[in-house]
């Protein structure tokens, strides 16, 4: 059973910094792209950010346009662990972030057959 669990959210003023993170269980972690997912009160669930992995060459990363050069996103597979490192903090930042893991980093991105966590608040105060 995929087991994506999520922690590091909290409450932190406009201009701040969070780091995420999420401990995967029950797949082959270096198999699978993992990633970020959002959803603010009254909109849908977006991409944030994706990090893919394989034996021969470093990571590739993706971000949404909305956070890229604010946010990091990083792997440790020897822990099966993900980091969302969120600067910059803006209110509108604020929302559920989701873990998410895929096998095609495209079908993450698309939000296609992921397992999904259960997510953690992050919330930007003004």
């Known amino acids: 059973q995929v087991q994506l669990v999520e922690s590091g959210g909290g409450l932190v003023q406009a201009g701040g910094s969070l780091r995420l993170s999420c401990t995967a269980s029950?797949?082959?972690?270096?198999?699978?792209?993992m990633g970020w997912f959002r959803q603010a009160p009254g909109k849908e669930r977006e991409f944030v950010a994706a990090?893919?992995?394989?034996?021969?060459?470093?990571?590739?990363?993706y971000y949404a346009d909305s956070v890229k050069g604010r946010v990091a996103i990083s792997r440790d597979s020897v822990k099966n662990m993900v980091y969302l490192q969120m600067n910059s903090l803006k209110p509108e930042d604020t929302a559920v972030y989701y873990c998410v893991a895929n096998t095609n980093r495209q079908q993450l991105q698309a939000g296609i057959g992921n397992y999904w966590g259960q997510g953690t608040q992050v919330t930007v105060s003004s």
């Open positions: 990090i893919t992995w394989n034996d021969w060459s470093a990571a590739a990363t």
């Open positions: 029950g797949l082959t972690f270096r198999s699978h792209t």
